[in-house]
């Protein structure tokens, strides 16, 4: 029962609905507004204005006509910060764990040739991985790694990239990242459990060393809608 003595009616039923929906798997139907209003004795209006703030937070989504529903996983990624995709998942309150595809050597994509600074056929490390919040597949990545910095590279599981490198005597002091809006091909459906042609945010990430050498491009594809971009801008 809500009670009408601590806070708000609304900031009360807000947090009703947070214990409600804390158990629930992601895209579950919520109670509609009027079930709401009618268990508590409040308006709808009330109701509204609760799952309102939700929807801000984004733990929960609408769609018009059908109700609202629990909101998928999503990462806050701050550009600020070059701690990965782990390290983001954790500060989210979720489980991160890595499953590695595939750790093999191969030529260099044309478009990545010219920022790592090597020759079109200079071999380089492929490393494949999938990233999972709480068991759910979040993120697809490869990265591309020149042999010629790090002939051997070892990866321990569930160990991140910059991780690894570190551990090759290989400081990453600087990246720089670009992201853009892409469909889902064959590869990124199959491991991220989504249809061919789904929308998709590929970001695409240059890692350096201190003295300005590129170390690493990584390419990460993650579905839209797991994925905030939070960017502060000094004015």
């Known amino acids: ?14 947090q009703w609905l947070r214990g409600e929906i804390e158990h629930l798997p992601p895209d579950a139907p919520i109670p509609s507004e009027l079930s709401i209003a009618k268990q508590f004795g409040v308006s709808r209006g009330t109701v509204r204005q609760a799952i309102a703030d939700l929807v801000h937070e984004q733990l929960i989504y609408r769609i018009q006509g059908k109700g609202s529903f629990k909101s998928p996983v999503a990462v806050n990624h701050t550009s600020a910060h070059m701690d ?5 998942l954790m500060d989210c309150g979720l489980q ?6 595939a750790l ?9 040739v010219e920022p790592l600074q090597l020759a079109a056929d200079a071999p380089v490390w492929r490393l494949q991985r999938v990233w999972r919040a709480s068991g ?44 853009r809006a892409v469909l ?20 695409t990430y240059y890692g350096y060393t201190a003295d300005g050498r590129p170390a690493f491009v990584e390419m990460t594809r993650t579905v839209g809608e797991h994925y905030v971009l939070h960017v502060t801008q000094q004015l």
């Open 136 to 179: 759910r597949p979040i993120s697809l990545g490869v990265a591309y790694i020149p042999q010629g910095a790090v002939p051997g590279l070892h990866i321990e599981a569930g160990q991140s990239l910059l991780q690894a490198l570190s551990a090759q005597g290989i400081t990453i002091a600087r990246a720089e990242s670009y992201s």
């Open 184 to 203: 889902a091909d064959a590869l990124c459906a199959e491991q991220l459990q989504v249809p061919v042609g789904a929308a998709i945010l590929q970001m």
């Open 104 to 112: 093999d050597t191969a030529v260099l994509p044309e478009p990545y």
């Open 96 to 101: 991160p764990s890595i499953t590695d595809i």
């Open 1 to 14: 029962m809500i009670r009408r003595t601590d806070g708000t009616l609304y900031h009360q039923i807000k």
């Open 84 to 88: 990965g995709l782990t390290r983001q």
